[in-house]
Structures are given as C-alpha cells and as structure tokens.
C-alpha cells in the first residue's frame, strides 16, 4: 500500500507497462507459486490425474496448473465445500471433502482412479494433507509435490514401501520460477487470457 518503495534490484521485474497493477499483483506470491508447482514441477502430462489438496489462491492457481498442462481429470480436496464452485473456474473437475468419507483420503483416491493419481499437489501446510498426498499418488510414476509450509516441529511420516515403489516426492519454493525472469512471463499469460487470477 506503500507509495514509494527502496527495494533491491535483484527483488525487481520488469513486466508489462499495460498489466493492471491491482490485478497482476497476487502473481508475484501464491499465484506464480501454485502455478509453477504444477507446471515447472509436477510436470502432468496430457490426459493425466492430478489431486490438488487446498482450493485456495495457492490451490487454485495450481489446478490452473494442471488445465493448461492439459490434464483430464483435476481432483480438488478441501475441507470447505463452499470453494468447489468457484474451483471450477479453475479447472477442478471433481471435488472431494475428506468429512464426507470414512476411510482415508489417499484410499478414496486410489479407488476413484484405478491406484492413485498421477501427480499430486500439496497446498495446505497441512501435514496430514502433505503425507495424503504423497500416499495418493500411483505406484511406479507418480509425483507429489509439497507446497505449503508445515509447522516447524511437523514430522513427515511414511511407510518407506512408498518410495521403493517408485513413487516420487519434491518439494518447492514459489513454483520453481526465478522472480526476474519468469515473473514477467506469467503476467504476459494474464494479459493474453490465459490465466485466471
């Protein structure tokens, strides 16, 4: 809110002179993070499943994610059903309120997709949510991506069967974009409409 700003020059990019301010601002955080960490991480290929755990902004823009990347199915898990509708703006297909079932989420999963989903994408902090969405994921290919941060004294916790069936696991830090020269890139897919903010 501040009208005049000392910052470093590393911290600064250039974008597009056209862009509204108002708008293109959230890319600069949770939208650039969400978004690259399905795209510059997860990597979903065309016709793939990913689960995005946590609809909002950050969740959000990472099922934006895996639409442009042209996944088939994007699954939405949230606590609160109230963000299913406007996820679909975003490209969530289907939605899933863990409340809602009686067995584990990773387990309702592997039944709606015939062993587990392609990619994953953790946007809780959660860590419940963060093993839930590294247990999801298909034996042999599958990728989960961690994105939300934890609470400091959190244990991650798994069996280690789940890594020695191939099942990958990464984490990120502001969707692996570099700020000065990714930023402007993700503000241009705003300005051509292919990005909902």
């Known amino acids: 809110f501040s009208e005049y700003t000392v910052m470093h020059v590393g911290c ?9 301010l108002d708008k293109v601002c959230v890319l600069s955080c949770g939208i650039s993070t969400g978004l690259g960490a399905t795209i510059n991480v997860a990597k979903p290929r065309k016709g793939s499943t ?13 099922a934006e994610g895996a639409r442009i990347s042209g996944a088939s199915r994007i699954i939405g898990i949230d606590l609160n059903p109230n963000r299913f509708e ?7 297909t289907e939605f899933i309120n863990p409340k809602d079932h009686d067995k ?15 990619c994953s994408v953790e946007c809780t902090g959660n ?23 934890p609470h400091k004294d959190a244990e991650f916790k798994t069996h280690p069967m789940n890594f ?7 984490g990120t830090f502001f969707g692996n974009y570099k700020p000065r020269t990714d930023l402007p890139n993700v503000v241009e897919m705003y300005m051509k409409k292919e990005l909902e903010v």
């Open 12 to 20: 600064v990019a250039k974008i597009n002179p056209e862009a509204p």
């Open 50 to 62: 990913v689960a995005i755990f946590g609809l909002g902004a950050v969740g959000l823009a990472a």
């Open 86 to 92: 406007e996820a679909k703006k975003f490209g969530c």
């Open 104 to 118: 584990p989420v990773q387990q309702v999963l592997a039944e709606m997709t015939n062993g587990g989903v392609d």
């Open 127 to 149: 860590i419940h949510a963060m093993i839930q969405a590294f247990e999801c994921v298909h034996d042999g290919w599958g990728v989960a991506v961690l994105v939300g941060v």
């Open 164 to 170: 020695l069936n191939e099942r990958t696991l990464k």
